[in-house]
């Protein structure tokens, strides 16, 4: 089945820094990359998606890369602010059903 | 309003003691999931189900069972449970088709002791 990794497992960055946020994949397959945030004691939310038909994707001050050869895509939050400051998952869509795997998840804290 | 709703939301209980998680969604979504969160392992999938009478086993489905008798509904079940399966579990829905977009229930909080 798919594997995802995903690193680092915590970043911490200065407000108004860019952060990044990496995740590889195993299933050549795959061609559907979500990321979802989820703030401390709330439920995972989407925040932005990727097709393997693009290489890349913006919404205001995030945007996800994709690079299908090497199996590998991330996140890039730039100007971050306190706000951003949750826990990041990546997933790949896999299997007959599609279903996603997730990765472990990043723990991104804004410094103010 | 459209939403996944997750009852209940912390729940404490002892091993052996059979327990329901309940799932509900509202927006005909043809699949449903549940997934578990620990620390350091992001979060896993149990079961899920493609349509009504239609589940499959996820990443990590022992000791857990599910149903779908009605579209709406995707109840956890576990007949006895273990300290081990303490954690923070997740429905999850979305259509079928194109868009894998999944929306996320509030979650539910277990402790075994």
């Known amino acids: 089945g798919e594997n995802v990794e995903q690193h680092p497992s915590t970043l911490s960055v200065q407000e108004g820094d860019s952060a990044v946020i990496k995740c590889t994949y195993s299933?050549?397959?795959?061609?559907?990359f979500p990321w979802y945030k989820q703030e401390l004691g709330k439920r995972p939310q989407l925040i932005i998606d990727?097709?393997?038909?693009?290489g890349e994707k913006k919404d205001q001050r995030i945007a996800v890369t994709l690079n299908k050869t090497a199996k590998h895509f991330s996140l890039h939050i730039t100007e971050t602010q306190p706000e951003d400051s949750a826990v990041y998952f990546c997933?790949?869509?896999?299997?007959?059903?599609?279903?996603?795997?997730f990765g472990s998840g990043t723990q991104l804290t804004v410094l103010p | 309003e459209a939403q996944v709703t997750q009852n209940p939301r912390y729940l404490i209980t002892v091993t052996g003691k059979k327990l329901t998680v309940t799932c509900s969604q509202n927006?005909?979504?043809?699949?449903m999931s549940w997934y578990r969160q620990d620390p350091g392992l992001g979060l896993r999938q149990i079961y899920y189900?493609?349509?009504?009478?239609?589940?499959d086993k996820g990443d990590v489905p022992e000791g857990y069972k599910v149903s779908r008798k009605e579209k709406r509904n995707f109840p956890l079940i576990l007949e006895s449970p273990s300290p081990n399966q303490t954690s923070l579990y997740f429905c999850?829905?979305?259509?079928?088709?194109?868009?894998?977009?999944?929306?996320f229930g509030p979650g539910t909080r277990l402790t075994v002791t």
């Open positions: 997933a790949a869509n896999s299997g007959s059903a599609r279903q996603l795997t």
């Open positions: 299933d050549s397959a795959s061609n559907y």
């Open positions: 927006m005909n979504h043809e699949y």
């Open positions: 189900s493609m349509n009504v009478e239609v589940t």
């Open positions: 990727i097709r393997s038909n693009v």
């Open positions: 999850a829905s979305r259509a079928a088709g194109s868009s894998y977009e999944q929306y």
